[in-house]
């Protein structure tokens, strides 16, 4: 069974850092694309980075800079690594896995962690 | 970036009536050379993760009941409940997979009527 679960949200304070988890099960994290979304409290849904299998990554403008996507492949684990937080990044965050023979549709997702973005 | 645009914000439909939602993006998301669209569906209700309904613009993921749909190509996009049940109410939200960065719809509110 496909599972994601995410984990390392908090409260912190504008310009500090966060590093996100996502353990995944049932599935190589190494062999899929793997993407971030967020959503941000009452809002709609917001494409943050993606790992490609190969290793290569893109992020949206708004975290380009500040944010870095990874994975450990021993663990099975993709991360996010948050720095320079500001109070725009408040939002659930979900990791999801892109479905190669649908075309990279975000076939499953996780449960979510909340990031708090506050002084 | 391609942006889509959803119609209604919300919709407020009676329990075995359909319900329709629209999809519109800045440019096609047809890929001629497999003549596939890239554009999916999602439903997200209050607490949880979205949740693919549809992908392909026109396919169902396994297990979604077929009462949804899913029709259009290049740049028009529904997604058609045929009999609303009250296990529907959630925000649906398009997504295109044709380019980096993927994007979505702002969504739609559907409710019971």
């Known amino acids: 069974e496909v599972q994601l679960v995410e984990t390392g949200g908090g409260l912190i304070q504008p310009g500090g850092s966060l590093r996100l988890s996502c353990a995944a099960s049932g599935f190589s994290v190494s062999s899929n694309y793997m993407s971030w979304v967020r959503q941000a409290p009452g809002r709609g849904l917001e494409w943050v980075s993606v790992i490609y299998s190969g290793g290569g990554t893109h992020y949206a403008d708004s975290v380009k800079g500040r944010f870095t996507i990874s994975r450990d492949n021993s663990k099975n684990t993709l991360f996010l690594q948050m720095n320079s937080l500001r109070d725009e990044d408040t939002a659930m965050y979900y990791c999801a896995r892109e479905r190669e023979d649908y075309g990279l549709v975000l076939d499953y997702w996780g449960q979510g962690t909340l990031v708090t973005v506050s002084s | ?113």
């Open chain 2, 1 to 113: 970036d391609i942006v889509l645009t959803q119609s209604p914000d919300s919709l407020a439909v009676s329990l075995g009536e359909r319900a329709t939602i629209n999809c519109k993006s800045s440019q096609s998301v047809l890929y001629s050379s497999n003549n596939k669209n890239y554009l999916a569906w999602y439903q997200q209700k209050p607490g949880q993760p979205p949740k693919l309904l549809i992908y392909w613009a026109s396919t169902r993921e396994s297990g979604v009941p077929d009462r949804f749909s899913g029709a259009g190509s290049g740049t028009d996009f529904t997604l058609t409940i045929s009999s609303l049940q009250a296990e529907d109410v959630a925000v649906y939200y398009c997504q295109q997979y044709y380019n980096t960065p993927r994007t979505f719809g702002q969504g739609t509110k559907l409710e019971i009527k």
